[in-house]
């Protein structure tokens, strides 16, 4: 199986500041990161996959700091970029203060309520119904999965998606559902069957087929490391959970319908 993971770029914003940017010095192109990684036999070791993810990261802020018209800021961090580049082993050299990460990390998580506590906009007349994953035209591409909120059948906000899982041996494809920062899988992360979820019509947010209250009842990712994927008795207990609450898809914009008043 293949896990994706992808850095969501705000990228229509920064092509429409870019117009009124002034163009400087800060030239991206000069770290020849592509070329680097195809030509560096350390940048094409497996083991160092996510420092080619981390740099590509760097290298997306570098070009926001030169949009923005930071461009001593931009040729700083090209010249980070460049360090890394010539010396993949420099990434070694982080902090091993597992409490100094965690405080890192919690302040990129957005602050917002979990599990169910915020009630969403469905309901309202005229709006058009939710749509299976399966019966989308055309499909969605990753950066339209990766950090999209999802929401239960009652409209309450569950988390995000913080990864995807494509291509297991049973042809079995998954979302990592969490709520608190991108990317961070967290304690409290499910482990949901992608066809099991429907999406607005405008691509803003997930929905499960499950209410708030069954949140609770579904069984937690059990590690962090992705090893579930080789354990087919929790896979299956996990599956048969979701399949048994799939043939209700239909019934969600039922619940969430406006109810009209009549005198």
Do not use: H
Request: a negative charge; charged letters at 25%; glycine letters at 6%.
């Amino acid at each position: 199986m293949t896990i994706l993971k992808t850095t969501a770029i705000a990228v229509g914003l920064v092509f429409a500041l870019s117009a009124t940017a002034v163009q400087a010095a800060c030239n991206i192109s000069d770290a020849k990161l592509e070329e680097a990684i195809l030509q560096k036999p350390e940048l094409r070791d497996p083991e160092n996959r996510y420092l080619v993810l981390d740099l590509r990261t760097l290298r997306d802020a570098a070009f926001l700091l030169w949009t923005y018209g930071l461009e001593d800021d931009c040729e700083r961090l090209v010249g980070n970029i460049r360090e890394l580049i010539a010396s993949p082993s420099m990434g070694e050299r982080g902090t091993s203060d597992e409490d100094a990460v965690d405080q890192q990390q919690a302040a990129g998580e957005p602050l917002q309520q979990r599990l169910g506590k915020v009630k969403g906009s469905r309901g309202t007349l005229n709006e058009a119904p939710l749509v299976p994953i399966s019966a989308l035209d055309p499909g969605l591409l990753v950066n339209e999965i990766v950090g999209v909120e999802v929401r239960t059948s009652d409209d309450k906000i569950v988390g995000e998606v913080r990864n995807v899982v494509i291509g297991t041996k049973d042809q079995k494809d998954y979302v990592i559902v969490a709520s608190g920062g991108f990317f961070v899988p967290g304690k409290d992360s499910l482990v949901v069957p992608l066809l099991s979820l429907v999406i607005d019509r405008a691509r803003t947010s997930f929905f499960l087929p499950i209410t708030s209250a069954q949140v609770k009842s579904v069984p937690l990712m059990p590690d962090q490391d992705y090893l579930w994927l080789d354990d087919k008795e929790w896979r299956a207990n996990n599956d048969a959970i979701f399949q048994s609450l799939v043939s209700n898809v239909a019934s969600i914009d039922k619940t969430l319908a406006p109810t009209v008043v009549t005198k």
